[in-house]
């Protein structure tokens, strides 16, 4: 598609389940981020890949968290063993490269844990 | 710690006014700064970016002014539209390219 792609667009889970989320970035982007934001909130930094260079992990919050890019292109970001307080909306963006800050987002995932 | 911030969490304009929306930052060693607009239920939308060795720049009905001295980041929307209602946030970049966005304004236009 002509955009950044996310997936699922809403997903409500229960405590302590696990959820993936997915983002198809612009196709030829080389960096991608993923980003959290709260109700009402500013964005959250998470993580960010770019090229083959070994991703900025620092803004994970927990070790439950962790993301992987596979073939430079799609990205899974997995959330174990999810708890009340990770309910937001997951935005992922991607940009050209590194040099830009022209990122494109997502539409974000909605998530909810009961 | 580092932190990108907002001065006013709302502003409401009238319809054709001016409109300008404030951010302070506090790392003096960043290099670019970008604003973005998010409308409801959507993901944030670039709008106009500045480099630090610049202090002014303008695009379409948007200019974005940079004062480093006391690290004060500016947008300025011109003849505001109610289309323009949204959260605006500003963000920086230091080293490398993390991004770190601040809280962001609720810009109202009222009709």
């Known amino acids: 598609g002509a955009g950044v792609s996310q997936s699922p667009s809403n997903k409500v889970t229960e405590k302590g389940k696990d959820v993936e989320l997915r983002c198809d970035p612009i196709s030829g982007h080389t960096a991608l981020y993923w980003y959290r934001q709260s109700l009402g909130q500013g964005l959250e930094f998470l993580i960010y890949?770019?090229?083959?260079?070994?991703?900025?992990k620092s803004g994970l919050p927990s070790d439950r968290f962790s993301a992987e890019r596979t073939g430079g292109s799609v990205s899974t970001l997995t959330i174990q063993r999810t708890q009340q307080e990770d309910s937001a909306v997951y935005l992922c963006?991607?940009?050209?490269?590194?040099?830009?800050?022209?990122?494109?987002f997502g539409e974000g995932s909605r998530l909810t844990v009961l | 710690g580092e932190s990108v911030g907002l001065h006013l969490p709302t502003l409401s304009v009238q319809e054709g006014d001016n409109s300008i929306i404030n951010c302070a930052y506090s790392n003096s060693a960043s290099d670019y700064f970008i604003w973005y607009k998010q409308e409801s239920g959507k993901g944030p939308q670039f709008i106009i970016d500045i480099r630090s060795n610049m202090d002014k720049r303008q695009g379409q009905r948007v200019t974005v002014l940079l004062n480093k001295t006391v690290k004060h980041l500016s947008l300025q929307i011109a003849a505001t539209q109610p289309g323009d209602s949204a959260v605006y946030f500003c963000a920086e970049r230091t080293s490398g390219s993390r991004l770190t966005f601040g809280e962001g304004t609720q810009l109202t236009v009222n009709p």
């Open positions: 890949f770019q090229g083959n260079s070994a991703p900025d």
């Open positions: 963006a991607s940009s050209l490269d590194w040099v830009t800050g022209e990122l494109f």
